[in-house]
């Protein structure tokens, strides 16, 4: 086991918390990912539990503003290969009319759950059609809607497009999924996490504009 480390955001508007850790992470263990003490993929997929459960507090609990300010600071280890994230040492920061009691209970309600909010699905369903005949999906977490996706039937397997923006901005250029029998929508939710890992990471403003696109599609 690895000494304890500390990642920070800074003071940071709430619309760009999510990458801002994602970079930071990343900067901290530039080195250990060249040595290959830890590969991009579990720092990937780290960033990702970590911002999957900093959105349920942040956006679906405490109903912060991508206008408002936050400061985010947590502890890690790193132990074979996987960063452990010390969850008891999670500190948020809120920059707006809301109280301190409040985050702190919001705070402590969610550390008590918090593999399951991790392990959250994200869902999606179909919203309309393209022009040329592509299905659009909406991607939801929880009642918001994160994400769409342009579907592309190419025989028994589908293309898939789009772009998220929780629980961290991604656009996804191109990904081939097989159908193997199962409807567009199976496939999809069974394989939406994997891709959207894949994906290329942005800011969310170049995450946003791709959704806006996509919705002038419909």
């Given amino acids: 086991m690895e000494a304890r480390n500390e990642i920070s955001t800074g003071l940071v508007?709430?619309?760009a918390y999510a990458d801002k850790l994602r970079r930071t992470?990343?900067?901290?263990?530039?080195?250990?990912?060249?040595?290959k003490e830890i590969s991009t993929t579990a720092v990937a997929k780290a960033s990702r539990d970590l911002n999957m459960l900093?959105?349920?507090?942040?956006?679906?609990?405490?109903?912060?503003?991508k206008g408002d300010v936050v400061r985010i600071r947590i502890g890690y280890?790193?132990?074979?290969?996987e960063i452990k994230w010390d969850y008891d040492s999670l500190n948020i920061?809120?920059?707006r009319r809301v109280s301190e009691e409040e985050v702190e209970k919001i705070l402590?309600?969610?550390?008590?759950?918090?593999?399951e909010v991790i392990e959250r699905k994200l869902r999606v369903e179909e919203v309309g059609r393209t022009p040329i005949g592509d299905l659009v999906y909406s991607v939801k977490l929880g009642d918001a809607e994160v994400g769409l996706l342009e579907i592309t039937p190419l025989d028994d397997e589908i293309l898939v497009r789009g772009a998220l923006t929780s629980p961290e901005p991604v656009i996804i250029e191109k990904a081939k999924l097989k159908l193997e029998g199962r409807e567009p929508?199976?496939?999809?939710?069974?394989?939406?996490?994997e891709i959207s890992e894949l994906g290329r990471r942005v800011g969310r403003e170049e995450a946003e504009e791709a959704l806006k696109k996509l919705s002038e599609l419909v």
């Fill in 25 to 35: 992470l990343f900067a901290q263990l530039s080195s250990k990912i060249k040595s």
């Fill in 108 to 115: 402590k309600e969610t550390l008590m759950k918090a593999e």
């Fill in 93 to 95: 920061e809120v920059y």
């Fill in 77 to 81: 280890t790193l132990e074979d290969g």
């Fill in 13 to 15: 508007i709430a619309g």
């Fill in 185 to 193: 929508i199976e496939v999809i939710e069974d394989k939406l996490r």
């Fill in 54 to 65: 900093l959105y349920n507090i942040l956006v679906e609990k405490l109903a912060v503003k």
